[in-house]
């Protein structure tokens, strides 16, 4: 079995930072693409970034510059450094890994964790 959580949320004010992980963890062969998304109450889940198991990364346009991805493989960790928060960023942020176990490669899931940027 295969768990993703996640950690680093909170509450935070605009302008300030919070950092996210997320860990993987179970019978994990490898792990491909990882990524973050996130949520906000009313709206689809949507991506935020995402990062190859090579260290290639993408970012949607609204995080540009204001968030950064990054991974540890040897943990099985992907982050997420989020700078410049906005009260838009309001959302449940979930991350996501492409993960092979011992047959084909399946996507998983975090249980999510709540950022609120508020004054």
């Known amino acids: 079995q295969v768990h993703l959580v996640e950690s680093g949320g909170g509450l935070v004010q605009p302008g300030g930072s919070l950092r996210l992980s997320c860990a993987a963890s179970?019978?994990?062969?490898?792990?491909?693409?990882m990524g973050w998304y996130r949520q906000a109450p009313g709206k689809q889940r949507e991506l935020v970034a995402g990062?190859?198991?090579?260290?290639?990364?993408n970012y949607v346009d609204f995080v540009k510059g204001r968030f950064t991805i990054s991974r540890n493989n040897s943990k099985n960790t992907v982050y997420l450094q989020m700078n410049s928060l906005k009260p838009e960023d309001t959302a449940v942020y979930y991350c996501?890994?492409?993960?092979?176990?011992?047959?084909?490669?399946?996507?998983?899931w975090g249980q999510g964790t709540q950022v609120t940027v508020s004054s």
């Open positions: 990062i190859s198991s090579a260290g290639t990364t």
């Open positions: 179970g019978s994990i062969l490898s792990i491909a693409a």
């Open positions: 996501n890994a492409d993960i092979r176990r011992l047959g084909p490669t399946y996507s998983y």
